[in-house]
């Protein structure tokens, strides 16, 4: 199992720029995230999915999009980037089992915006 | 809204020394409780949680106790390394969506040998 895996690596945009930061997990698990980490701030929640065709906000969603259209893709959509924007992006997925609820991450995209 | 407040920000400990990290959340509806550790340049990955109808539990070295009634957990990790340096977070949900962790804001973990 390759786990969750993120695309592209490093991204660097000019403000205004649109762009999707891809996510996809292969353990077909419900739950999928994504979070953003800043220096001090911790990981911040942006979007999250309970499952194919259901998302809700989470504590930082505003300049970001999400969608699920399949259980194993969730794709973060940046509509019109901003310098606030530069940031460290992480994707997450976990099951709504009961014997692990462990969110296992992928190892994140690296963003700037100038 | 949910919140997780995490102290210190940074903690340096002598090799062999024991540290502790607090967390304390708002949420009273949270019953899942993981702690994460992030090495420089790598993704979080988990080292220990606690589910809310326990009140502590162990890992060789580490351990994490759970106060309900005061929303408070911490993570203990006694006979400190120098691989234990490392930037820990605490996080809080509901088992029924762990998709919605709410994380603490972290802490440096110096260990000098």
């Known amino acids: 199992n390759a786990g969750v895996t993120q695309t592209p690596k490093f991204q660097v945009l000019k403000t205004g720029q649109s762009m999707t930061l891809q996510c996809a997990q292969d353990m077909n698990h419900e739950y999928m995230s994504w979070y953003r980490q800043d220096p001090g701030m911790g990981l911040r929640l942006i979007h999250y999915?309970?499952?194919?065709?259901?998302?809700d906000q989470g504590e930082v969603p505003n300049g970001y999009n999400v969608s699920r259209s399949t259980t194993e893709d969730f794709p973060l959509r940046l509509l019109s980037a901003a310098p606030s924007q530069t940031s460290v992006y992480f994707c997450?997925?976990?099951?709504?089992?009961?014997?692990?609820?462990?969110?296992?991450f992928g190892p994140g995209t690296r963003l700037t915006v100038t | 809204g949910e919140n997780v407040e995490q102290h210190p920000s940074t903690l340096s400990v002598q090799e062999g020394d024991s540290a502790v990290i607090k967390c304390t959340y708002s949420?009273?509806?949270?019953?899942?409780f993981p702690w994460y550790k992030q090495e420089l340049g790598k993704r979080p990955q988990l080292i220990i949680d606690?589910?809310?109808?326990?009140g502590e539990k162990k890992d060789q070295r580490i351990a994490v106790t759970l106060n309900k009634t005061a929303k408070h957990f911490s993570l203990h990790i006694t006979e400190t390394q120098p691989e234990d340096s490392a930037v820990y977070f605490c996080a809080a949900t509901r088992r029924s969506n762990t998709g919605k962790l709410i994380f603490g804001q972290g802490t440096t973990l110096q260990v000098k040998p």
């Open positions: 606690i589910r809310s109808n326990v």
């Open positions: 949420d009273s509806a949270s019953n899942y």
């Open positions: 999915s309970v499952g194919a065709g259901i998302t």
């Open positions: 997450a997925s976990s099951s709504s089992g009961t014997v692990s609820y462990e969110q296992y």
